[in-house]
């Protein structure tokens, strides 16, 4: 059985319009200062859309994350149907599961051993494909309980990443886990977080919200989403940062995506009230020497 994936006609064709008319409003909203260059993020986001509308890229993007996950014990891919799959049609297997949130009253082992799993692949993601499934949405996500595997779905939003962006993301990770803030600012000048232009104040705050973000690396054990408020401070501190000390900067296109599947997986994991060790899950990226 197949599932197939229909484009809406004209959306291709739509996709530089409806993003200007979006940039557009935020500035007449005045949400932004006008001082601030959006430009190279409009173009990244006309970039990705153009990408995600390319049907036949993503049937590439998730053959070559598949062969990632070759043998995998925790996670499936749908195969694709290259003879019946265009620019505008995605032909794919049909892959029977349910939506992962219905998890919520699955018992607590269940939840902990799945979303150590989706933590572990994100850093896979990152320091081993180099290929980030950027998009979040829990809709990409189905359970099947008769394999206790995670089918994962929608690879439109899939981006091939730098090995610079890697290596300095592997060293913000360890200096987040040695509790290293010179470590951690070395590493969000070479990712472009931060600039030397930016304040000291401005820096340090940076560098804090980069800890307080990788607090559960640093726990001795396994770290509660479900009881944790890391969103909500993490929110709090970002307004902070953006209104307080006026830190209007622009970060690398790619740094985005990965904080925003980041982002998403916390969301996720706080959703399921999973408990998960992070060192265990980031182990093989790890260094246990300090910086």
Excluded at 90 to 117: C, H, K, S, W, Y
Excluded at 183 to 203: F, R, V
Aim: charge should be negative; include cysteine.
């Amino acid at each position: 059985m197949l599932a197939i994936k229909i484009q809406y006609p004209g959306i291709k064709k739509s996709i530089d319009s409806d993003v200007n008319n979006v940039a557009t409003l935020i500035k007449l909203a005045g949400v932004i200062p006008k001082t601030l260059d959006t430009q190279p993020l409009l173009n990244e986001a006309k970039a990705q859309l153009q990408q995600e509308a390319d049907y036949q890229r993503e049937a590439k993007m998730l053959s070559a994350y598949a062969a990632n996950l070759e043998g995998s014990e925790y996670f499936i891919v749908p195969s694709i149907a290259p003879e019946l799959t265009t620019q505008n049609v995605l032909a794919m297997d049909f892959i029977n599961g349910v939506p992962i949130d219905e998890l919520i009253d699955a018992p607590q082992e269940t939840r902990n051993t799945l979303m150590t799993a989706l933590m572990a692949l994100f850093f896979d993601e990152l320091f081993s494909f180099k290929l980030l499934q950027s998009d979040p949405n829990l809709a990409n996500y189905l359970y099947q309980p008769d394999t206790a595997k995670i089918v994962l779905l929608d690879f439109g939003a899939t981006r091939v990443i730098p090995d610079e962006i890697a290596q300095g993301y592997q060293a913000l990770l360890n200096a987040a886990y040695h509790n290293d803030h010179e470590a951690m600012k070395s590493a969000a000048l070479a990712i472009g977080l931060i600039l030397p232009s930016h304040t000291t104040e401005q820096i340090d705050a940076v560098v804090s919200i980069g800890m307080l973000a990788c607090e559960a690396i640093r726990a001795d054990a396994s770290y509660d989403f479900g009881e944790s408020d890391l969103v909500t401070r993490l929110h709090d501190c970002g307004m902070a940062l953006t209104y307080e000390l006026d830190f209007w900067h622009t970060p690398p296109a790619d740094a985005i995506f990965i904080h925003r599947k980041l982002g998403g997986l916390f969301l996720l994991a706080k959703r399921l009230k999973a408990q998960v060790d992070m060192k265990y899950a980031a182990g093989a990226w790890l260094n246990d020497s300090a910086q």
